[in-house]
């Protein structure tokens, strides 16, 4: 895998184009669309698409919709408006990598859902991404804990395109599958509706050395 990733630095347009043949044919080694290591920080690249637009915070918008009294479209300055809260947590991939002591910057998700206004018979939260082909979802209950944020900041900076900015969702105490890059939507749902990977067999409550046949790994 560490060698794919440095062969993916080099070639890195050349593998940006294969990468639906890659997501196509879902490879029974690495399952997750890896085309190359971001530099520093041992972050590897991700995507499920070929190409995937990039948002200013001019362009950028995140809807909250669904079962909810409120709904509204939020910009990048409506977001850095509100109350930000900073986390430093380990990230741990499923596939085995981990960046140790990684510091997100945001919104918490349950901010957000309080002034929405969530309906009663609002069980579960989806997410989806300006990619056009990514989702994730979460139960209200996990969507509400403390360590779950609308991140506008990583590694104490914006949240880069790359690493799924301007806005990306996280999830601290979960495989980094379930913090969805290039986030768009937020939609309160009456049932968990499984994201993308979760479609390839991997578990929808991913919680970290406790889920996808990986107790051994560390959970930070």
Avoid at 23 to 33: A, I, L, M, Y
Avoid at 88 to 110: A, I, K, M, N, Y
Avoid at 128 to 133: L, P, V, Y
Wanted: hydrophobic residues 35%; negative net charge.
């Amino acid at each position: 895998m560490l060698g794919l990733g440095v062969a993916g630095v080099a070639a890195g347009p050349y593998l940006q184009r294969a990468a639906d043949t890659v997501v196509s044919k879902v490879s029974e080694k690495d399952p997750t669309g890896l085309t190359g290591l971001l530099p520093g920080g041992g972050f590897r690249y991700y995507s499920v698409v070929a190409s995937v637009p990039t948002r200013t915070a001019e362009d950028y918008t995140l809807t909250v919709d669904g079962l909810v009294d409120r709904p509204s479209t939020l910009r990048l300055a409506d977001l850095e408006a509100m109350p930000q809260t900073r986390i430093v947590h380990d990230v741990q991939c499923v596939t085995g990598w981990r960046v140790p002591g990684t510091p997100f910057e945001g919104v918490r998700l349950s901010h957000l859902l309080d002034a929405a206004g969530v309906r009663s018979g609002a069980t579960a939260v989806r997410f989806t991404c300006f990619d056009g082909s990514y989702s994730e979802s979460l139960t209200l209950d996990q969507a509400r804990r403390e360590d779950v944020l609308v991140a506008l900041r990583m590694e104490d900076g914006p949240v880069t395109h790359a690493h799924g900015g301007p806005v990306r969702l996280y999830v601290a105490p979960m495989y980094f599958y379930k913090s969805a890059k290039w986030l768009s939507g937020i939609t309160l749902t009456s049932t968990v509706q499984p994201g993308y990977w979760e479609h390839y067999g991997y578990d929808v409550d991913a919680w970290v050395g406790r889920s996808n046949g990986r107790d051994d790994a560390p959970t930070g």
